[in-house]
């Protein structure tokens, strides 16, 4: 779509959001409803679009971006007339006479940004709360998941009118193109390194922002943890869509203590869920394109205690563990995303916190220990933008569980209500009759500053 037609798809929505038809409620419930709709008569071929973009898995292709969206969907169904109300709220006496309210109102027209790895979810799920706010949605998918990039143009071209919801597909110069339009809400998912240009554009108009980044989420095993969970736990987490997930654990602390036990068992489990061989299991992903297979077979160095096997020509990257990796490993100097996991032993928690906060603050923490103060001392003592105390990325499915980074791995939240909130404005408005009007408030004035002192000290 070429910069002519970029604009043009934004006037419509201009022309569509200033009709004021996306602020009745029913109109939002109708759309999610169709949105709805959409998800469920599409769900064999987004199944098989996720498949021929990174070979994911059907039943990980349907937990992750069919379920998880429509959950979103429904709730959205069922609070959306709620959370659409206008709130009433406390009024200092100060203000007598006078009503507080909150009003939630639309930004306008949105444009939402997403990536590759859940290229069904992570588009499709934030436009559902931009629905539920009654926001107009310009949509760009991810160009390197191109077969459900075009599903999606098709579905959201079949169901909506573009002055509501309109798909640009493309790449970087698509985004480009985007970004150099105003837009009143942006909503970003993908790197840190492009949320930052995302930010760039977005300071050029003030436009707000969500930004949904990543960076390196730790996974901390204590002396103390269940083995044979927590390695089922962390196999689940960091493997699933073949390690490509944003809260995937990238790397694992262990106390020296259990290290020799716990690399034993995480290969047990790696072997009893993708088999001997996870070239020919059908629950293993592959890596989405030439140039992150090349980044991350690069990445397989040092003291390789499993995997490390890849097929290029298939992208395939197998489980890998690296023990005793350090922080000058090329493995920890970036996010990984993908099936390589670092494991590094320590001795005590004391640093392990020290060396977390010396670095970005991650999207995700785990941390393995039933000591109710160790647990406690990590939520107190570290930053990051969610924590799952004994398992890995579950905290995402809650829809009462804002989800989202802090710093570097992101700003605001979404799902359940953080969604709805996140794509409205929180319009503050006071309402007062004409009955009374205290005149002593207006100029020339003429209660003295000592009488006033005391006049505001009893109403406050
Ligand atoms: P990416 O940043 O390369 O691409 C994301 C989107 O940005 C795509 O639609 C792409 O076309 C666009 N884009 C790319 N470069 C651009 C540029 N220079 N200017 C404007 N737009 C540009 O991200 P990715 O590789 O697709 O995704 C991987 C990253 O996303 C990882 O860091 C991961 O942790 C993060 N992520 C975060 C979440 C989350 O919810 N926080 C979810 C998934 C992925």
Redesign the pocket.
């Known amino acids: 779509m070429n910069n002519e037609n970029i604009k043009s798809v934004i006037s419509a929505q201009r022309e569509f959001f200033k009709s004021n038809r996306t602020k009745d409620v029913s109109f939002r419930l109708e759309m999610l409803n169709k949105l709805k709709g959409a998800v469920i008569k599409y769900q064999d071929d987004i199944i098989k679009a996720l498949y021929d973009d990174m070979k994911k898995p059907a039943t990980e292709a349907y937990i992750a971006e069919v379920y998880i969206v429509l959950n979103e969907i429904d709730i959205l169904l069922k609070e959306t007339a709620k959370w659409a109300k206008p709130r009433r709220v406390k009024t200092p006496p100060v203000l007598f006479s006078a009503k507080s309210f909150i009003y939630p109102e639309p930004y306008g027209v949105a444009l939402i940004?997403?990536?590759?790895?859940?290229p069904f979810q992570?588009l499709i799920d934030p436009l559902a709360g931009s629905i539920a706010a009654g926001n107009c949605s310009v949509l760009?998918?991810?160009?390197?998941a191109p077969a459900t990039s075009v599903l999606i143009a098709k579905m959201i071209k079949e169901e909506f009118d573009p002055g509501f919801i309109a798909v640009v597909e493309g790449?970087?110069e698509?985004?480009?193109a985007l970004?150099a339009e105003k837009f009143d809400y942006i909503f970003?998912?993908?790197?840190?390194?492009?949320?930052r240009?995302?930010m760039r554009a977005a300071a050029e108009n003030l436009t707000p922002v969500t930004l949904?980044?990543?960076?390196k989420s730790p996974v901390i095993i204590d002396e103390d943890a269940n083995l044979e969970i927590a390695a089922r736990r962390i196999v689940k987490g960091k493997f699933f869509n073949a390690g490509q997930?944003?809260?995937a654990p990238d790397y694992l602390y262990v106390h020296f203590s259990i290290i020799d036990n716990l690399n034993f068992i995480l290969k047990e489990k790696i072997s009893e869920f993708y088999g001997e061989d996870p070239y020919v299991s059908s629950a293993y992903a592959r890596i989405i394109n030439d140039r992150h297979f090349s980044r991350l077979s690069k990445l397989i160095s040092g003291n390789v205690i499993y995997g490390g096997k890849t097929v290029p020509a298939e992208r395939y990257i197998s489980p890998t563990i690296i023990n005793n990796a350090t922080w000058n490993d090329p493995v920890m100097q970036e996010?990984i995303?993908g099936p390589i996991l670092p494991v590094m032993p320590f001795t005590d928690l004391e640093s392990v916190i020290s060396e977390i906060n010396s670095r970005p603050k991650p999207?995700a923490l785990y941390y393995f220990s039933n000591n109710s103060a160790k647990q406690e001392k990590i939520l107190r003592e570290t930053s990051s933008?969610g924590v799952c105390i004994n398992d890995t990325m579950e905290h995402i499915i809650s829809e009462y569980l804002p989800?989202?980074?802090v710093g570097e791995?992101?700003i605001g939240a979404y799902h359940g209500r953080a969604s709805f909130d996140a794509f409205s404005h929180a319009k503050s408005v006071l309402k007062k009759s004409f009955l009374f009007d205290v005149k002593l408030k207006y100029a020339p004035y003429r209660v003295s500053l000592s009488a006033l002192k005391k006049i505001l000290k009893i109403l406050s």
Not at 113 to 118: C, D, F, Q, R
Not at 188 to 195: C, K, P, Q
């Open positions: 940004i997403s990536p590759w790895n859940y992570l760009k998918p991810s160009e390197l790449g970087i698509s985004s480009t970004l970003y998912t993908g790197s840190t390194s492009v949320g240009v995302v949904e980044l990543g960076g997930t944003c809260i996010e995303f999207l933008g989800f989202g980074g791995s992101g």
